[in-house]
């Protein structure tokens, strides 16, 4: 049994009639690349906010933010896809869940659900990088702050949250890498990403090898451009003569 | 100028402050010393709120820290506090150190505000240093970035957490300098410290602290010259063998 | 409003239950195969010799910058080939089950070899130095010295990793093997209760995730106390 090769595959026309099977390709990357960035947007604004709740005095707030750490942390990512793009539009009420249904198509359906549940299910990763980082700063700080006058959103705003999220840009960009690695699994909803291009590409030219390996190839290389611009971002933020310890 | 009058404090069942009562007058400086554990640095802590206590009062200027409806922000804004490991912001340089609180605080503008933080900054013998960061600074210039920055809010009095056991033995008579010299311009300050030299030069009055109460609150005189405590002379003792 | 209509969850426990002792059996595989190759990857990848340090490093990197997705997708194609290869096998068998297996242990192992790795380093370099002033060799210090004293910093992340591996398995999906979720999309798939049935799947991943993650949370307690006295 000999494989046949066939890496011209890219270039000849796909079954769409469109477009190239490259083209194919092309589309999943951009849909993989723009659901990344658009969830990681909502998992740090979330993930912020739900860290900082995590390490205010008072045990109602910050039982809320663990309670909703523990609710995403302990559902697994399939699960919780199918339930923001199957369940939820059934349940909402007030007839928001048919608007849902009915007034969008089918793939913005899709993106939206997918987005929305990447989005939730790295905000709570992100929301304990926060916390952490919160929490390894010395505890004079926040007096420091609160001597100074400052009120304790002041003191978060200006003492705490910029040192903190400077500590924590290296685990940070490996919950962005994981972000694009995860959108992989919003395939199974039928989003035309680059994995679920890259299986139809196979359905419709068995050709499994040049497929996966371009598609992996493509990860491989949105991983590398993901380190490169976060070792960018540490660098920048680097402050001078500090070198992490207490 | 500040009133501390009977307080007490605990956590769970641990005792920390127990009906403790001293007053300081505008212009005097206060020295409070005792063994670690005796909840020196608590009570200094509790003049400006930065720790609750359950019973008793303090009043700063007339303000009682205690009460729920007092704005603690702008108490503390007039109240200046030096810390035992500095605090300085270490994403700022220093100049938005000294300026940062004046800014968003105090509501002064920019220029204002740089203008005295650097004023104090060459008060401290730093001014070279504007705009270095902390981390670039030793220990000994911190801590004067620290009090500048202090200083800038215009307080009414000082408060000082053990400002000099933190720092290398060499560094710390560039600290007790900037602070005797505020103490002789008449600032009221109550300082946490076991730098007994700088007690003997400047303070009107010692505080000495055991086991969460204040065994003796007598003038320097009379401390030094015959302390009425077993306790205090033990740590007397223990002081002068160093 | 939507109106909830639980019945044919019952019904289909004996089914689900099968589903549930798929999931396990691949957790389990993966845990056991991924801790000793992982162990295995983090000595090489510490390892003075650059080769066996180079192989590690781009194992662990590769396998750590694909989805978990991808991996399976690959697994699904390739090992039933060789599998067929190698043994001659029926061209019928149904091999999705290994090949899954295969899959999430080759792929864990790169986790679990990063966390492995930290945990030797956790270990102080005096330790080696100290061995080898024994006359311990440095496979003996790695045995009887490092590697005891890391694994039990590590216990409670190789567990946490595992049940983050637990929640992967629904993964297994994309093959349509019938693991506790895909169970549980089937039944609802065929009585038109996939609402419910994937709240169900959702509430019972929850239930056992954050008991786990509890008793982790407990032992890691227990750890901390043990060693600060």
């Given at each position: 049994?000999?494989?046949q090769w066939?890496w011209g595959?890219?270039?000849?026309?796909?079954a769409?009639?469109?477009?190239t099977?490259l083209?194919?390709?092309l589309?999943g990357?951009?849909t993989?690349?723009?659901l990344?960035?658009s969830?990681?947007?909502?998992?740090?604004?979330?993930?912020?906010?739900?860290?900082?709740?995590?390490?205010v005095p008072?045990?109602?707030?910050?039982?809320?933010?663990?309670?909703?750490?523990?609710?995403?942390r302990?559902?697994?990512l399939?699960?919780?896809l199918?339930?923001?793009y199957?369940?939820?539009?059934?349940?909402?009420?007030f007839g928001?869940?048919d608007?849902?249904?009915?007034?969008l198509?089918?793939?913005?359906?899709q993106?939206?659900s997918?987005m929305?549940?990447?989005g939730?299910?790295?905000?709570?990763?992100v929301?304990?990088?926060?916390?952490s980082g919160i929490n390894?700063?010395?505890?004079?700080?926040?007096?420091?702050?609160?001597?100074?006058?400052?009120t304790l959103?002041?003191?978060?705003?200006?003492?705490?949250?910029p040192?903190a999220?400077?500590?924590?840009?290296?685990?940070?960009t490996?919950?962005?890498?994981?972000?694009?690695k995860n959108?992989a699994?919003?395939s199974?909803i039928g989003l035309?990403?680059?994995?679920?291009q890259?299986?139809q590409?196979?359905d419709?030219?068995?050709?499994?090898?040049?497929?996966f390996?371009?598609?992996?190839a493509l990860?491989?290389?949105?991983?590398?451009v993901?380190?490169t611009?976060?070792?960018?971002?540490e660098?920048?933020?680097r402050?001078?003569g500090?070198?992490?310890?207490? | 100028?500040?009133s501390?009058?009977t307080?007490s404090?605990?956590y769970g069942?641990?005792?920390?402050?127990?009906?403790c009562?001293?007053q300081?007058?505008?212009?005097?400086?206060?020295?409070?010393c005792g063994?670690s554990g005796s909840?020196?640095?608590?009570?200094i802590?509790?003049?400006?709120?930065?720790?609750?206590?359950?019973?008793?009062t303090?009043?700063?200027?007339g303000?009682?820290?205690?009460?729920p409806?007092?704005?603690l922000s702008?108490?503390r804004s007039?109240v200046?506090?030096?810390?035992?490991?500095f605090?300085?912001?270490?994403?700022?340089?220093?100049?938005?150190?000294?300026?940062?609180a004046?800014e968003?605080?105090l509501g002064?503008n920019?220029?204002?505000?740089?203008?005295k933080?650097?004023?104090?900054?060459?008060?401290?013998?730093l001014k070279?240093?504007?705009?270095?960061?902390?981390?670039q600074l030793?220990?000994?210039?911190?801590?004067?970035?620290?009090i500048?920055?202090?200083?800038a809010?215009d307080?009414i009095c000082m408060?000082?957490d053990?400002?000099?056991?933190?720092l290398?033995?060499?560094?710390?008579?560039e600290?007790?300098?900037?602070?005797v010299?505020?103490a002789?311009?008449g600032m009221?300050m109550?300082?946490v410290t076991h730098?007994m030299?700088f007690?003997?030069?400047?303070?009107?009055r010692?505080?000495?602290?055991?086991?969460?109460?204040?065994v003796?609150?007598d003038?320097?005189d009379?401390?030094?010259?015959?302390?009425?405590?077993?306790r205090a002379?033990?740590?007397?003792a223990k002081?002068l063998?160093? | 409003?939507?109106e909830?209509?639980w019945?044919?969850?019952?019904?289909?426990l004996?089914f689900l239950?099968?589903g549930m002792?798929v999931?396990?059996?691949?957790t389990l595989?993966?845990?056991?195969?991924?801790?000793?190759?992982?162990t295995?990857l983090?000595?090489m990848r510490?390892?003075p010799?650059k080769?066996l340090?180079?192989?590690?490093?781009?194992y662990?990197?590769?396998?750590?910058?694909i989805?978990?997705v991808?991996v399976?997708l690959w697994?699904f194609l390739?090992v039933p080939q060789?599998?067929?290869?190698?043994?001659?096998?029926d061209?019928n068998?149904d091999?999705r089950?290994?090949?899954?297996?295969?899959?999430f242990a080759?792929?864990?192992?790169?986790y679990?070899?990063?966390?492995i790795r930290?945990?030797?380093q956790?270990?102080?370099k005096?330790?080696?130095?100290?061995?080898?002033?024994?006359?311990?060799s440095?496979a003996q210090?790695?045995?009887?010295?490092?590697l005891?004293q890391?694994f039990?910093?590590?216990?409670?992340?190789l567990?946490?990793?595992?049940?983050v591996?637990?929640q992967d398995?629904?993964?297994v999906?994309v093959?349509a093997?019938a693991?506790?979720f895909?169970a549980?999309y089937?039944v609802?798939?065929r009585d038109?209760?996939?609402?419910e049935?994937l709240?169900?799947?959702?509430l019972v991943y929850?239930?056992?995730?954050?008991a786990?993650?509890q008793?982790v949370?407990r032992?890691?307690?227990k750890l901390?106390?043990?060693?600060?006295?």
């Amino acid at each position: 049994m000999s494989y046949q090769w066939n890496w011209g595959i890219f270039l000849s026309p796909a079954a769409s009639g469109d477009s190239t099977y490259l083209g194919w390709m092309l589309s999943g990357l951009q849909t993989t690349i723009l659901l990344s960035l658009s969830a990681w947007v909502i998992a740090l604004a979330l993930g912020s906010l739900m860290g900082v709740l995590r390490t205010v005095p008072g045990k109602w707030l910050s039982g809320l933010a663990a309670t909703y750490v523990e609710i995403f942390r302990n559902i697994p990512l399939l699960v919780q896809l199918f339930i923001w793009y199957f369940v939820l539009p059934e349940v909402l009420p007030f007839g928001l869940g048919d608007r849902f249904k009915q007034d969008l198509d089918p793939v913005t359906q899709q993106f939206v659900s997918a987005m929305v549940c990447l989005g939730f299910f790295t905000s709570a990763r992100v929301c304990e990088q926060v916390r952490s980082g919160i929490n390894a700063l010395p505890r004079g700080q926040k007096n420091a702050g609160l001597a100074l006058g400052f009120t304790l959103p002041q003191t978060y705003r200006h003492v705490l949250l910029p040192m903190a999220f400077r500590l924590v840009v290296p685990p940070l960009t490996s919950e962005f890498l994981n972000i694009f690695k995860n959108s992989a699994v919003c395939s199974t909803i039928g989003l035309l990403e680059l994995a679920a291009q890259g299986r139809q590409l196979v359905d419709y030219t068995a050709q499994p090898y040049e497929s996966f390996i371009a598609v992996t190839a493509l990860y491989l290389i949105i991983n590398v451009v993901v380190m490169t611009l976060m070792r960018h971002v540490e660098n920048k933020t680097r402050v001078p003569g500090y070198l992490g310890g207490k | 100028m500040i009133s501390i009058d009977t307080v007490s404090k605990h956590y769970g069942s641990f005792q920390v402050l127990t009906d403790c009562t001293t007053q300081v007058k505008k212009g005097e400086v206060i020295v409070v010393c005792g063994p670690s554990g005796s909840g020196k640095s608590t009570l200094i802590k509790c003049v400006n709120g930065l720790e609750p206590f359950q019973s008793g009062t303090i009043t700063v200027n007339g303000v009682s820290v205690g009460d729920p409806k007092t704005n603690l922000s702008k108490l503390r804004s007039h109240v200046g506090m030096v810390f035992q490991h500095f605090e300085l912001f270490p994403h700022m340089s220093i100049t938005d150190n000294l300026t940062i609180a004046q800014e968003k605080v105090l509501g002064r503008n920019k220029d204002e505000a740089r203008d005295k933080g650097l004023k104090l900054l060459d008060r401290v013998g730093l001014k070279a240093h504007a705009a270095k960061f902390p981390g670039q600074l030793s220990g000994g210039q911190q801590q004067r970035v620290a009090i500048a920055r202090a200083l800038a809010m215009d307080p009414i009095c000082m408060l000082f957490d053990e400002p000099t056991s933190a720092l290398d033995p060499e560094m710390i008579n560039e600290v007790l300098d900037v602070m005797v010299e505020l103490a002789q311009e008449g600032m009221t300050m109550m300082c946490v410290t076991h730098e007994m030299g700088f007690a003997r030069k400047v303070a009107n009055r010692v505080i000495f602290m055991d086991k969460g109460q204040i065994v003796e609150d007598d003038s320097k005189d009379a401390f030094f010259g015959a302390p009425r405590s077993e306790r205090a002379r033990q740590f007397l003792a223990k002081i002068l063998q160093h | 409003m939507y109106e909830f209509d639980w019945s044919s969850i019952p019904g289909a426990l004996p089914f689900l239950w099968e589903g549930m002792k798929v999931s396990l059996e691949i957790t389990l595989s993966a845990v056991i195969f991924g801790i000793v190759w992982g162990t295995a990857l983090a000595m090489m990848r510490l390892s003075p010799v650059k080769p066996l340090s180079w192989f590690a490093a781009g194992y662990v990197n590769l396998f750590r910058a694909i989805p978990l997705v991808m991996v399976l997708l690959w697994f699904f194609l390739i090992v039933p080939q060789v599998l067929r290869g190698a043994f001659n096998l029926d061209p019928n068998t149904d091999v999705r089950l290994t090949s899954a297996m295969i899959g999430f242990a080759l792929f864990e192992s790169a986790y679990y070899s990063e966390i492995i790795r930290a945990g030797i380093q956790s270990v102080p370099k005096g330790q080696v130095s100290a061995a080898s002033a024994l006359g311990m060799s440095y496979a003996q210090a790695m045995r009887l010295v490092v590697l005891p004293q890391a694994f039990r910093n590590m216990v409670p992340l190789l567990l946490t990793q595992a049940i983050v591996l637990f929640q992967d398995t629904s993964l297994v999906y994309v093959s349509a093997l019938a693991d506790f979720f895909g169970a549980a999309y089937k039944v609802g798939d065929r009585d038109g209760r996939l609402v419910e049935l994937l709240l169900f799947a959702g509430l019972v991943y929850f239930l056992i995730c954050f008991a786990a993650s509890q008793l982790v949370r407990r032992y890691q307690k227990k750890l901390n106390a043990h060693v600060a006295h």
